[in-house]
T-cell receptor
């Protein structure tokens, strides 16, 4: 089944403890992206990647890192999480080679930083 | 920000009625997409309309685009309780990198049986 898989679904952590949210897609998509969703703010783009080893900042990249060493994986890294990073995170992917490619989303990771 | 803005923020209707949601945006676009999100889940792509199109249909969905007003509408006809979800528009600006896709804040649709 074609899908974007995020792990974990839920994560509670403490301020400053490094964490990684994994994202994997099995559709051979070139484009992958991370969004965070907060009440009243909609979805805001954190980072995106047009292909392996190519990443770019979105609207809210501060406090996050990403890497794209292989086509299928696009992990989101929080080196030193803070409470304002408590949010619902979504990974998405698309073919990327055409501007009209729809995004396929994972089911989300709900992160709480205390 | 060139983020799209949906209107209304919330819409509550009875089964069988039509639901109309609007999206306004600020800059010239290449295309506009509508997505649906069931509570707490990932977004699902519904329909895409290109900047040179004015109307598009998919099943019970009808999308219109007015580039002169920088607005789009999503009409769901004969709504069902299962249509209850949040609906988001997303825009990709003309001239921007392919990677930048901007989402609005969404319309929460509730359909009562």
């Amino acid at each position: 089944e074609a899908q974007v898989t995020q792990n974990p679904r839920y994560l509670i952590t403490v301020t400053g403890k490094k964490l990684t949210v994994t994202c994997s897609q099995n559709m051979n998509h070139e484009y992958m992206s991370w969004y965070r969703q907060d009440p009243g703010l909609g979805l805001r783009q954190i980072y995106y990647s047009m292909n392996v080893e190519v990443t770019d900042k979105g609207d809210v990249p501060e406090g996050y890192k990403v890497s794209r060493k292989e086509k299928r994986n696009f992990p989101l890294i929080l080196e030193s999480p803070s409470p304002n990073q408590t949010s619902l995170y979504f990974c998405a992917s698309s073919l990327g080679d055409r501007e009209n490619s729809p995004l396929h989303f994972g089911n989300g990771t709900r992160l709480t930083v205390t | 920000s060139q983020q799209g803005e949906e209107d209304p923020q919330a819409l509550s209707i009875q089964e069988g009625e039509n639901a109309t949601m609007n999206c306004s945006y600020k800059t010239s676009i290449n295309n506009l997409q509508w997505y649906r999100q069931n509570s707490g889940r990932g977004l699902v792509h519904l329909i895409l309309i290109r900047s040179n199109e004015r109307e598009k249909h998919s099943g019970r969905l009808r999308v219109t685009l007015d580039t002169s007003k920088k607005s789009s509408s999503l009409l769901i006809t004969a709504s069902r309780a299962a249509d209850t979800a949040s609906y988001f528009c997303a825009t990709r600006s003309r001239g921007s990198t392919l990677g930048r896709l901007y989402f609005g804040r969404g319309t929460q649709l509730t359909v009562w049986p």
